[in-house]
């Protein structure tokens, strides 16, 4: 049962990671890398008990409190960007 | 399972390896690392290698990101692209690749039990940690005790570290400029400002629990030191950057650097006094076992100064900046 969750969990990282790697927009990234985070946390509890080793947990949970942080960084960044006078650069959409 | 696993994870860590490199958009770059950490975490944890992967889980989630964004703000958001010389860079990058893959052959195959690295020490390490020592997590026993040396010099090199950004970042003061909106941090956003003051305790308290129960389960002051930043640095975002310089003097975080490297060295040279060798310390306590936890709980306390220090006085010479 928990190979199965852990192995449909990984199904789902590369999919966020699509999404990451294609954008098109700044702000799909940023999703993108908000999900993933929350994955790997999902990701490490699972196999946690897959290995047995339940007390490992204590990963997913500096994951689960700390990814939060990186998503505030960001929003700050974009903060500070429109409020300098070249605003309209940090919004620029990557197409690649 | 868990050579599938690997490879599964090892994969999406090349792609994502690919991107950062290929993207000209350094924003995209940053956000792909991030994803780049988490990998790494991921792939760590599936090792079996749980304090690696709460080193990585506490400096790349949240750390890296911010201070990488702060970078960020200071420069342009776009890569300079170089046409000259590309051709010979990726001569020199095909050469090292071959000869690395031929490295591999004669490398042990994963988990072999008669691998060099299983043959050496360790097995004295696995043996002697519950005689000499008595806790559970021989990983905390090899760093702060069996190899104490090394991981003083871990500390120092934090310290160094710390000196050397303070001296480029910080050599000419920046302008006082009357500052609008940005000052007040993320202030007037109703929503990351109640989560953001809600998460706040848990992750002192985590930071905590991983500084003071390194001996017994995975963590140890270099991952508490960075999660108990990656708080404050959470504090200093949602306040503001003069809020949290307020609440934490820069000469304070200064103190708080050079002070861990410090209490480390005098547990060193406690052991001298006490008629020890430099860093055992088995002559702290009546009982040599009782004195070896002290030693590492003391240690791990100086550690944890140093790093949580060395992080958020980084991040406040990026942040004062811009």
Redesign the interface.
């Given at each position: 049962m928990f190979?199965s969750a852990?192995l449909a969990i990984?199904v789902t990282?590369?999919l966020a990671?699509i999404r990451?790697?294609r954008?098109p927009t700044?702000y799909d990234?940023?999703l993108?890398?908000n999900m993933?985070?929350t994955k790997?946390a999902l990701?490490?509890s699972v196999?946690a008990f897959l290995?047995g080793?339940p007390?490992?947990l204590?990963?997913a949970?500096?994951?689960a409190?700390?990814?939060?942080?990186?998503v505030?960084?960001?929003?700050?960044?974009f903060?500070?960007?429109s409020?300098k006078p070249e605003a309209g650069?940090?919004q620029?959409v990557?197409r690649? | 399972m868990v050579i599938l696993f690997g490879l599964f994870l090892l994969t999406l860590l090349v792609l994502t390896a690919v991107a950062i490199v290929r993207t000209p958009n350094l924003f995209v770059a940053v956000m792909l690392m991030a994803i780049f950490s988490l990998l790494m975490a991921a792939n760590f944890f599936i090792l079996d290698a749980a304090d690696v992967a709460l080193t990585e889980a506490a400096v790349g989630a949240g750390v890296t990101t911010v201070i990488f964004l702060s970078a960020l703000a200071l420069t342009a958001d776009r890569e300079r692209v170089t046409k000259t010389g590309t051709y010979f860079a990726m001569g020199v990058v095909s050469v090292t690749v071959v000869v690395l893959i031929y490295a591999t052959f004669d490398k042990p195959v994963l988990g072999d039990p008669n691998a060099p690295v299983h043959q050496h020490v360790a097995p004295w390490y696995l043996e002697q940690t519950p005689e000499l020592i008595d806790i559970p997590n021989v990983v905390t026993a090899v760093l702060g005790s069996f190899r104490g040396y090394d991981t003083l010099g871990e500390v120092f090199v934090v310290l160094v570290a710390c000196i050397g950004v303070q001296f480029i970042l910080g050599a000419s003061p920046p302008p006082q400029a009357p500052r609008g909106q940005d000052e007040q941090g993320l202030r007037h956003h109703l929503v990351p400002q109640v989560v953001g003051r809600l998460l706040f305790p848990f992750i002192i308290l985590f930071g905590l629990y991983v500084q003071f129960h390194g001996e017994y389960g995975p963590g140890g002051g270099f991952q508490a030191g960075a999660i108990i930043a990656t708080g404050l640095i959470l504090h200093a975002l949602l306040e503001g950057e003069s809020a949290a310089l307020k609440a934490i003097p820069p000469n304070t975080l200064l103190a708080m650097v050079a002070g861990g490297a410090l209490l480390y060295t005098l547990v060193g040279v406690l052991g001298i006094v006490l008629g020890g060798n430099f860093l055992d310390y088995s002559v702290l306590h009546s009982n040599p076992v009782t004195g070896q936890q002290i030693g590492i709980l003391m240690i791990e306390a100086g550690v944890g100064i140093t790093v949580c220090g060395a992080l958020l006085s980084i991040f406040h010479a990026f942040a004062v900046r811009d």
């Open positions: 190979l852990s990984l990282m590369v990671l990451a790697l954008g700044v990234r940023v993108a890398v993933f985070g790997t990701l490490l196999v290995y080793r007390d490992f204590d990963l949970l500096a994951y409190l700390i990814n939060f942080v990186g505030l960084a960001v929003l700050e960044f903060q500070k960007q409020a650069e940090a620029d990557d690649h | -």
